[in-house]
């Protein structure tokens, strides 16, 4: 089964719930930068409390956006040129894509990155690209609920993403 998730909003308790309750076992960081301003969201400090909770963590730097990418959503906010040119990097990702299909055919995994939203992100692009291949036959996006972490069964309509790494 294939996951994502958004640490937007929320903070590492509640994101290692919903990651629990959700049964996952592998989450995968796919930030090209993996840095944070949110306390516990840093990789060194992220893969100390996932693998703390019994979930295994793996950093695909490879599977995010790159800077020239990022930096033209930042200037102009148009998505769907984003969307082009970061399904265009997808495709030249075979070594890194393989190697997420592979964990996804074994495991319960969760892609992951900063937005809550994963319309506006690129996580739900890689998820298509799995989808695409066969590799998974449909993804679950988690939100993370401070009351209690629940799967979203519909994305919300996206609105100007946040430019992420």
Not at 42 to 49: D, F, G, I, N, V
Not at 141 to 154: G, I, R
Request: net charge positive.
């Amino acid at each position: 089964m294939l996951y994502t998730i958004g640490y937007e909003g929320t903070n590492i308790d509640n994101f290692l719930t919903t990651l629990r309750n959700s049964g996952v076992t592998v989450l995968v960081d796919v930030r090209a930068v993996p840095l944070s301003r949110k306390k516990g969201f840093s990789k060194s400090r992220l893969k100390e409390a996932v693998e703390a909770a019994g979930i295994t963590y793996i950093h695909l730097r490879e599977l995010g956006a790159p800077r020239e990418v990022r930096n033209n959503l930042k200037a102009t906010g148009d998505w769907q040129d984003y969307v082009h040119h970061y399904e265009a990097h997808l495709t030249t990702q075979h070594e890194a894509l393989t190697r997420l299909a592979h964990q996804v055919q074994n495991t319960e995994v969760c892609l992951m990155c900063f937005e809550a939203d994963p319309l506006t992100c690129h996580r739900s692009l890689i998820s298509k690209e799995l989808e695409k291949r066969k590799v998974v036959p449909k993804t679950s996006h988690l939100q993370v609920s401070a009351a209690f972490p629940v799967k979203a069964s519909d994305a919300p309509t996206p609105q100007l993403p946040v430019a992420f790494a």
